[in-house]
């Protein structure tokens, strides 16, 4: 059960930790060490944020981090952006197959980075903006924000698995 919504103004949120903000509301409440969480990860990157405190309980929701005033808004960006760490792919340099095994050798934006993709009828996916969502057999992901933006070689490589 959520505790209330934060619209606007309505409170002040300032980075207590990587990952941690305090947040205090103008009626005078103050809570600490909150975890900021998206409630939809994927399609929904700045709105309806959940703030967790250190027990698991949702103290509240923000509705849209773009509403907030601006210091709040980044940190509550900041927190976001360590939690989710996603890289994004710049380049397919290498695709490998072999014995049903998929092997792509990427350059993101966090460096080069090989890792093997399991089934790519599940494991890779066209969001509804048109970023491809790409998860490794470790679980981790990766993000095409733009396919436009690949190179002409990254493009056919991409094609293989799409």
Not at 11 to 24: C, D, P, Y
Not at 49 to 67: C, F, M, P, T, W
Request: hydrophobic share 35%.
């Amino acid at each position: 059960m959520i505790g209330f919504f934060i619209n606007g103004d309505e409170a002040r949120i300032t980075k207590t930790g990587n990952v941690s903000v305090r947040l205090e509301t103008y009626d005078g409440r103050c809570f600490e060490n909150l975890e900021p969480l998206r409630l939809f990860p994927v399609s929904g990157i700045s709105k309806y944020i959940s703030l967790i405190d250190e027990n698991g309980k949702e103290v509240a929701i923000i509705r849209d981090v773009n509403h907030l005033m601006p210091e709040s808004k980044k940190a509550i960006q900041e927190c976001l952006e360590s939690y989710y760490i996603v890289p994004k792919i710049k380049k397919i340099i290498s695709r490998v197959e072999k014995y049903g095994n998929i092997t792509w050798t990427v350059a993101t934006d966090r460096g080069e980075h090989s890792f093997a993709i399991l089934n790519t009828s599940i494991d890779i996916k066209t969001l509804y903006d048109g970023r491809i969502l790409i998860r490794d057999s470790n679980d981790n992901r990766y993000e095409i924000e733009d396919v436009n933006a690949l190179d002409k070689d990254s493009l056919n490589l991409l094609k293989f698995d799409m």
